[in-house]
């Protein structure tokens, strides 16, 4: 019982990293170029975004389905 805990924290901190690598930088550099004008910085964020983003969201996705299918066998063993 105590791995699968352990594991659905480090699950959350993984969908937290993966959603603030996705929007998160976006809209901090959105906030950053209404503040100096400089636009370039949401063009060069957006692509660093998606680059890291997707990848990031859908590795997470398989984790969470693959640790929801472990935990789905392990309780019809009990």
């Known amino acids: 019982m105590e791995g699968v805990i352990g594991m659905k924290e480090n699950l959350?901190?993984?969908?937290?990293a993966s959603w603030f690598?996705?929007?998160?930088?976006l809209v901090f550099f959105i906030g950053?170029?209404?503040?100096?004008?400089e636009w370039r910085y949401v063009m060069w964020s957006g692509m660093v975004s998606l680059?890291?983003?997707v990848?990031?969201?859908i590795n997470?996705?398989?984790?969470?389905?693959?640790a929801n299918n472990?935990?789905?066998?392990?309780s019809e063993y009990k």
Do not use: D, E, H, Y
């Open 12 to 16: 959350m901190l993984a969908w937290i």
């Open 32 to 37: 950053f170029s209404l503040f100096t004008g």
């Open 21 to 25: 690598a996705l929007v998160g930088q």
């Open 60 to 66: 997470t996705w398989r984790a969470q389905k693959k």
């Open 55 to 57: 990848p990031s969201i």
């Open 70 to 74: 472990q935990n789905l066998l392990n």
């Open 51 to 53: 680059v890291a983003g």
